[in-house]
């Protein structure tokens, strides 16, 4: 369980096809902390278990469903992602709680700064759109974000300035794909 505070960015430093896995390593520093084998670490919104902790590094053995479902299928060498150790009993949860288990795939419409603040418009699969709730809360990439509007086709987001500067969110452009997690709450709430 997650909260959608990301403590910090890295970047992929190696991606390597093994043994029907895709093995992944990212850099991270105060990710790293107290981190050991077999933790949880939040990738880009993603739940992962930690194979390995060497120099600075997180390495990740990341299966085909999960590339297929995720961003992740389209991760990069050097590019950035967002990290978030699990909760531990007594944290603070300042966001929203996040499982890590990504909904489906959503896709940037349109992106732009109004009034200091960025906007984004994100489109998702018919089927997830009963999950849009006005105020309700979103996690993307791995972010926890409140749901600012909401239309038939899309929802939108507002991310502050210092929210926009230390994640990923200032490197998706338009048909850029996000990785979109609905809330606990408003899921249960439209069964």
Request: proline share 4%; with cysteine.
């Amino acid at each position: 369980m997650f909260t959608g505070i990301v403590e910090e960015l890295g970047r992929i430093k190696r991606l390597a096809p093994r043994a029907g896995v895709l093995f992944m390593e990212v850099s991270a520093e105060k990710t790293l902390l107290d981190t050991k084998i077999g933790d949880s670490i939040a990738v880009n919104g993603v739940c992962l278990t930690v194979v390995s902790v060497a120099n600075s590094t997180l390495s990740f053995e990341v299966v085909s469903q999960t590339l297929k479902t995720t961003n992740l299928g389209l991760a990069k060498v050097g590019q950035a992602m967002n990290l978030e150790r699990s909760l531990k009993l007594g944290d603070r949860i300042s966001g929203h709680f996040v499982s890590g288990h990504i909904d489906c795939l959503g896709r940037m419409r349109r992106k732009f700064l109004r009034n200091g603040a960025w906007e984004l418009e994100i489109t998702v699969p018919p089927p997830f759109r009963r999950y849009c709730l006005p105020r309700g809360s979103v996690a993307i990439n791995g972010i926890s974000l409140t749901l600012a509007r909401t239309t038939a086709n899309f929802f939108a987001v507002c991310i502050i300035p210092h929210t926009f500067k230390y994640t990923n969110l200032s490197s998706v452009y338009p048909a850029g794909q996000l990785n979109v997690e609905f809330d606990l709450l408003a899921k249960r709430a439209a069964v």
